[in-house]
């Protein structure tokens, strides 16, 4: 119970964000009623089989996978509040849809277009969460949104057996559909106030963005976990001849270059040098290994130092809100 406080109080403590875990759960509570109604649909509205329900995943799927290489482009929209609104919204077709028609190809379709705007939403709501939260409370934010998101999950897929024992299964998937629109739609103002904060701030690391994407290092990493990285960056000015890391000291963060010159040594022979748009520091904290060599500077110049254990993050673990992100 007191680390449900902790995380109770970290949601409070940050603007905007409560509105946004309240909607990342009544999208939650939405895929807890799929996960029983499909299966019923499938049979009675669609007229497959059981095997049906593998028919309606690969839809979502096949929908996720066609939005996937534009969810970094919309997580960088300057109103990103107004997306996650508008994929929550589209989030319901399918169930509303299923309550009229059982027109296979339509509803197919309608599935596609949810799987896109699940893996949106996704995207989009998460770099909203991590804009919004100060570093240190993060993890606690992100804790409390789970526990939020797997109750509403559960809550869903608890009380949808029930609805179709007294609504049947067309009342029940729009009333489902219903349910998660009415919480999107009074929602919708606080999160998308919450987007227009997002969105500035945004502007505002857009530099250190774009010039931590250009980096192989971190070539195919998510918008997210890039601008994590960006808002976490500590400005250093290292004078000429100083010493950035030491060769056997302890491996702690991660370093890039914004401008000037360095030398790097090993046992005391110099083995490359490192300029603007270069990196150091990645081989101690991967391979959690003391550093191997000396980085010191040649000229005046300026780095960028990093925590490791967010660059860690960023290279070694997934973006999504959940663990199964694709799962109806």
């Keep these: 119970m007191g680390q449900l406080t902790v995380g109770a109080r970290a ?65 960088g929209s300057t109103r990103p509040g107004n997306v996650v609104v508008a994929a929550a919204l589209i989030g319901v077709a399918p169930l509303a849809l299923l309550s009229v ?116 290092i971190f070539d195919g990493a998510e918008r997210p976990a890039i601008e994590r990285l960006a808002m976490n960056i500590a400005v250093e000015q290292v004078d000429v001849n100083t010493a950035v890391v030491s060769e056997g000291d302890d491996a702690d963060d991660f370093f890039v270059v914004e401008s000037g010159a360095f030398v790097v040594r090993t046992a005391g022979v110099e083995v490359n040098t490192l300029g603007a748009e270069d990196w150091f520091g990645e081989i101690g904290l991967l391979r959690r290994a003391p550093r191997a060599a000396s980085v010191v500077s040649t000229s005046p110049s300026v780095v960028w130092r990093i925590p490791g254990d967010i660059f860690l993050e960023a290279v070694t673990s997934s973006s999504g809100l959940t663990d199964d992100p694709l799962e109806p």
């Excluded at 919480?183 to 919708?188: E, P, Q």
């Design 101 to 216: 028609s059982g027109n296979i190809a339509l509803v197919m379709l309608m599935l596609a277009v949810q799987g896109a705007s699940i893996v949106c939403f996704e995207v989009v709501a998460l770099t909203m969460l991590q804009r919004q939260c100060d570093s240190a409370v993060l993890g606690r934010v992100l804790g409390m949104q789970n526990t939020f998101s797997g109750s509403a999950k559960l809550v869903g897929s608890l009380l949808a057996p029930i609805l179709v024992v007294v609504m049947g299964l067309s009342g029940t998937l729009f009333a489902a559909a219903a349910i998660t629109a009415l919480l999107s739609a009074l929602l919708a103002p606080r999160v998308i106030e919450a987007g227009r904060r997002s969105g500035a701030l945004r502007t505002q690391l857009e530099p250190r963005v774009a010039l931590l994407a250009r980096l192989d």
């Design 11 to 75: 949601v409070r403590s940050q603007p905007g964000v409560s509105g946004l875990v309240m909607l990342i759960s009544s999208v939650m509570l939405l895929r807890g009623f799929e996960l029983v109604l499909y299966v019923q649909a499938a049979v009675e509205v669609l007229d497959l089989d059981a095997s049906g329900y593998a028919l309606i995943s690969a839809a979502i799927g096949a929908g996720a996978l066609a939005a996937a290489p534009f969810t970094s482009r919309l997580a």
